[in-house]
């Protein structure tokens, strides 16, 4: 499975982007899908994931409300919509895969994960 993010760039506090993931390869409907983010000197943070089936969403309590996570399993593509972006928000994107069975449980640690794209820069200017 390839994962290739885009849609990162430079934009000002307040405002918005969205990215967007593309897989290639695997079965795209039996993933949970999520976003994580790297700021410089800092770990990969999980930011927000949509579920397989139910098409849950969870987020990281700094983006609620500001962030959504969608997917299109025809397009086999993951989208983080970002609004109201802070400076805090700056990072490297990187998506991510996880095949499951089912929708149970909540994945957010890195080492959940098994498929990695390679990472898209945002940066929020203040």
């Known amino acids: 499975v390839q994962l290739q993010a885009s849609g990162g760039g430079l934009v000002q506090a307040g405002g918005s982007l969205r990215l967007s993931c593309a897989a290639s390869g695997g079965a795209f409907s039996s993933y949970v899908l999520a976003w994580f983010r790297q700021a410089p000197g800092k770990g990969r943070e999980f930011v927000a994931a949509i579920r397989r089936g139910d098409f849950n969403t969870y987020y990281i309590d700094s983006v609620k409300g500001r962030f959504t996570v969608s997917r299109d399993n025809a397009k086999t593509t993951v989208y983080l919509h970002m609004s109201s972006l802070k400076p805090e928000d700056s990072g490297v994107y990187y998506c991510?895969?996880?095949?499951?069975?089912?929708?149970?449980?909540?994945?957010?640690?890195?080492?959940?994960?098994?498929?990695w794209g390679r990472g898209t820069q945002v940066t929020v200017s203040s």
């Open positions: 991510a895969a996880r095949e499951t069975s089912s929708d149970n449980g909540y994945y957010v640690a890195v080492r959940n994960y098994t498929y």
